[in-house]
C-alpha cells in the first residue's frame, strides 16, 4: 500500500466520523438506557468493584459469563457493559432466596476458574505461586457472598408504598 493511499484512508476516515457521529451520539451517554441510572440496592456498587476486578475477586467475569448467570437464575440480561449488566442483575432483589440463587451461579464459574488455576498450576510449577494467590482471591470472593447473603435484609411489599 502506498503512503498516499494510507493518508487519503485517514482524511475519508476522519471525514466519515466527523459528518457521522456528532459529540453525542459517540459519547455512549446518548444511547445508554434509562435502566442503567435506576438505582440499586447498596451492596451493588462494592460488588461491581471487587467481582469485576481480576486483581480482586482472583477471576475474570466476562460478559458472555454474566450474561449465562442471568440465564440460569430465569433473568435475561441484554449484553453491556460488564458493571451495568452486574446492576441489571440485581437492581430489583427483595429476596434471599434471590441472593442464593445468582451467588450459587456465579460461585460454579469462579470455580471453574480454580479448576483451571489448578491445572495450569500443575502444568507450570513455576507459575504455580501467582496461580494459589488468584485461587485465594476466588475463594475470598466466595466468603464475600455469603457475608451479604446474611446481611441483606429482606424487602416486603406494604400498602403504603411510603411507608418506611
Known amino acids: 500500500m502506498k503512503k498516499e493511499d494510507l493518508s487519503d484512508l485517514r482524511a475519508e476516515f476522519d471525514e466519515f466520523v466527523k459528518n457521522s457521529c456528532s459529540t453525542a451520539d459517540c459519547s455512549g451517554t446518548e444511547g ?27 477471576v ?28 441489571a442483575l440485581f437492581r430489583h432483589t427483595t429476596k434471599k432466596e434471590y441472593l442464593k440463587e445468582a451467588f450459587c451461579e456465579i460461585n460454579k464459574h469462579i470455580n471453574g476458574r480454580i479448576l483451571i488455576y489448578q491445572e495450569l498450576g500443575e502444568a507450570f510449577v513455576d ?27 429482606e424487602i416486603e411489599p406494604s400498602e403504603d408504598p411510603m411507608f418506611i
Not at 445508554?32 to 482472583?58: N, R
Not at 440460569?72 to 440480561?77: C, D, H, K, Q, T
Open 127 to 153: 507459575a504455580k505461586p501467582i496461580f494459589d494467590d488468584y485461587i485465594n482471591k476466588a475463594k475470598k470472593t466466595m466468603k464475600m457472598f455469603e457475608q451479604i447473603i446474611e446481611d441483606f435484609e
Open 60 to 87: 475474570y467475569l466476562s460478559r458472555l459469563d454474566i450474561k449465562r448467570i442471568a440465564e440460569a437464575i430465569g433473568e435475561s440480561l441484554p449484553i453491556k457493559e460488564r458493571g451495568n449488566m452486574i446492576k
Open 32 to 58: 445508554a438506557d434509562k435502566e442503567d441510572e435506576e438505582p440499586a440496592p447498596q451492596f451493588v456498587d462494592a460488588l461491581k468493584s471487587k467481582l469485576l476486578a481480576p486483581a480482586i475477586s482472583g
